[in-house]
């Protein structure tokens, strides 16, 4: 766990094809929807969301010269509980890829040992858990 936000936890992803990927999710998982919580803790959810996904935008910046942008998702069409994906984008990626949706990346990437998250990205889980705790 990287660290516990308003409306959730925030943990770094088992792939990381993409260095920096991460998740928020739900403190309810019987939660299935954004639209399941009082308007109250939807705010918290979206605002703890926001904050994820700033730690992993200045993490990855702050190492990464290619870095490019945070695409912030909430799909829930695998797993039936509220969470959101936090995915950083590189000038780096396929040049028919860079632009498009993450879920456009080949299949293999969730199941790569290469992209496997290890002790190798333990300086930029480092460097998020930092951002998160300075905001």
């Known amino acids: ?12 992803g088992d792939v990381q094809w993409l260095p ?13 929807r954004l639209s399941d919580l009082p308007r109250s803790a939807r705010s918290d959810f979206l605002e703890s969301m926001a904050r994820l996904g700033e ?10 010269p290619a870095f490019r942008r945070i695409n912030l998702e909430i799909l829930g069409n695998t797993d039936p ?3 959101a994906h936090i995915w ?6 396929p ?21 496997g998250l290890g ?3 333990d300086e930029l889980r480092a460097a998020i858990t930092g951002h998160l705790a300075a905001q």
């Open 1 to 12: 766990m990287l660290g516990r936000l308003p409306a959730g936890f925030a943990v770094i």
């Open 20 to 32: 920096g990927y991460c998740l928020l999710l739900t403190d309810d998982p019987e939660v299935e």
């Open 55 to 64: 730690a992993v935008e200045r993490a990855c910046a702050e190492r990464d």
């Open 81 to 83: 509980y509220l969470h």
């Open 88 to 93: 950083p984008r590189y000038e780096w990626e």
């Open 95 to 115: 040049p028919h890829l860079v632009g498009m949706p993450v879920w456009l990346y080949p299949p293999d990437n969730w199941r790569d040992p290469a992209s």
């Open 119 to 121: 002790p190798q990205h």
